[in-house]
């Protein structure tokens, strides 16, 4: 881990040149947490509805990073509330409610992922299913902005979709990921689709104007692709695809993202 120096409790006498000081300040290299960090599991918020492990730290990004947890965490709390109270008394069953289930898909470098499945059942004729990541740079403690760190050829669109409980996600589109994602989706499959459900997803639901969701995977070391936002009827077309560092390279991503892939921690 770098050590910073705090150049202002220098005595005055000090040989060294104040600019010189400040240079030295200014160039540090930035953490990267090559090790990752330490994250802390936490208790249930509710029965079934896990909560987000925190990373240990007292770093601004860190505590940045703790601070939109707990408020993830507060969401969902708030959305399984308001699910109990829309399902009526003669629809209620055991199974009415809200469960969470999350994953750390990469802790370090540089990036600390999650990825979070919900099932929602709040009387209706379906229950929803719920699947987003959330993934924060560990240098500044923001959510990863994808179009700084895919290149131009990548991304054509971004904007901001609504998760279940309403989390605001930031998804992109193309067509060229359309076409990467088009061209592994056969070979990944879904135990919710046949062969003919396959090919209706490919034919009339998995267009250019679908956005994507991101996220890195350390135990595959690729970035992760999924539709979001699709309608209930068809969401079970949304199969998650890893794009490895080889299709990355090949579409032009920078060689330091693809050296966090190759090292990344699960």
């Known amino acids: 881990m770098t050590r910073v120096v705090n150049i202002f409790s220098l005595s005055c006498r000090s040989s060294v040149p104040a600019s010189l000081l400040m240079m030295t300040a200014i160039f540090l290299p930035a953490v990267t947490y090559a090790e990752g960090v330490t994250l802390h599991r936490q208790a249930a918020i509710a029965p079934d509805i896990a909560a987000f492990p925190r990373p240990e730290g007292n770093t601004p990004a860190l505590q940045r990073i703790n601070k939109a947890l707990e408020k993830a965490d507060a969401r969902v709390l708030s959305a399984a509330k308001g699910c109990k109270g829309n399902a009526t008394e003669d629809s209620l069953t055991k199974a009415d409610g809200w469960s969470r289930k999350i994953s750390v898909t990469m802790n370090g470098p540089t990036y600390l992922s999650y990825f979070v499945s919900d099932f929602a059942s709040c009387g209706g004729a379906h229950p929803d299913y719920g699947f987003f990541p959330l993934v924060y740079s560990l240098e500044t403690g923001s959510p990863v902005n994808w179009v700084r760190v895919?290149?131009?050829?990548?991304?054509?669109?971004?904007?901001?979709?609504?998760?279940?409980?309403?989390?605001?996600?930031?998804?992109?589109?193309?067509?060229?990921?359309?076409?990467?994602?088009?061209?592994?989706?056969?070979?990944?499959?879904n135990a919710d689709l046949d062969a003919d459900a396959v090919k209706e997803c490919l034919a009339s639901v998995?267009?250019?104007?679908?956005?994507?969701m991101l996220w890195p995977d350390a135990k595959q070391h690729a970035l992760m692709i999924q539709p979001s936002g699709l309608p209930h009827v068809v969401a079970?077309?949304?199969?998650?695809?890893?794009?490895?560092?080889?299709?990355?390279?090949?579409?032009?991503?920078?060689?330091?993202?693809?050296?966090?892939?190759?090292?990344?921690?699960?």
Do not use: H
Request: hydrophobic residues 40%; charged residues 15%.
């Open 206 to 212: 998995l267009t250019d104007e679908v956005p994507f």
């Open 236 to 266: 079970a077309c949304a199969v998650g695809v890893p794009l490895t560092t080889d299709i990355l390279q090949k579409n032009g991503v920078s060689s330091a993202f693809l050296s966090v892939l190759e090292q990344a921690r699960p």
């Open 150 to 189: 895919l290149p131009a050829s990548l991304i054509s669109k971004a904007s901001l979709d609504s998760a279940e409980d309403g989390t605001q996600l930031g998804v992109v589109q193309s067509a060229a990921l359309m076409k990467l994602y088009r061209a592994s989706y056969p070979r990944q499959g």
